[in-house]
């Protein structure tokens, strides 16, 4: 069980904005910056948000990133087929002497 | 632009141990903070531990779920780091990533990764 909760699965059909979710404690979201990472089948994670809220250049700006108390949220506008893969949230984490939390990820599908 | 290249496949019986390269180009190993990540398969990704350069006193700081079983290390004339754990055992089958960042210093962003490593661990 992850120790940063995300929504299994979402999914949108193409031009629609999409909203991910992510959810934590004070130890972690609350406290610390979070980035998102897009994961494509048989690849690394690439980074798609960091600090909350910034894009990498080259990450276009379809790709937002919020945050609220112990929550954040990705949210994707304009969904494209190219967008379907899997997302997950990463955060610091001050518990057990300080470490990297990933969230358990969600499967995007573009319908 | 950095890049990271890490070592091919491997095959390991329980009890065994695993070494894995991750070769830098692009930039100086000493300048970085290099992390490890693995990620079992169906799984989200795990963090291991980091190497924290700060003022030229690097220590790594390990995740407390792989502490005495991981040993992370570096050799800055190759500009390589490595990554052993010990005492492997099914559940630690996955793909082990190392990683790094733009930023410099200590840092979780993770903006360059290497293709990843698959460590399969079976009798």
């Known amino acids: 069980q992850s120790v940063l909760t995300q929504p299994p699965s979402a999914s949108g059909t193409p031009g629609q904005r999409v909203t991910i979710s992510c959810s934590g404690s004070s130890s972690n979201i609350e406290n610390n910056a979070v980035n998102w990472y897009q994961q494509l089948p048989g690849t690394a994670p690439k980074l798609l948000i960091y600090d909350n809220n910034q894009r990498p250049s080259g990450v276009p700006d379809r790709f937002s990133g919020s945050k609220s108390g112990t929550s954040v949220s990705l949210a994707i506008s304009g969904l494209q087929s190219e967008d379907e893969a899997d997302y997950y949230c990463a955060a610091w984490d001050d518990s057990l002497n300080g470490h990297v939390v990933f969230g358990g990820g969600t499967k995007l599908t573009v319908l | 632009q950095v890049q990271l290249v890490q070592s091919g496949a491997e095959v390991k019986k329980p009890g065994a141990s695993v070494k894995v390269s991750c070769k830098v180009s692009g930039y100086t190993l000493s300048k970085l903070s290099i992390h490890w990540v693995r990620q079992a398969p169906g799984k989200g990704p795990e963090w291991m531990g980091g190497?924290?350069?700060?003022?030229?006193?690097?220590?790594?700081i390990y995740a407390q779920n792989f502490q005495g079983r991981v040993t992370m290390t570096e050799d800055t004339s190759t500009d390589t780091a490595y990554m052993e754990l010990s005492s492997l055992r099914s559940e630690d089958t996955a793909v082990y990533y190392c990683a790094t960042s733009k930023a410099s210093g200590w840092s979780i962003r993770f903006d360059y990764w290497g293709q990843g490593t698959l460590v399969t661990v079976s009798s």
């Open positions: 190497f924290d350069p700060e003022d030229g006193h690097g220590e790594t």
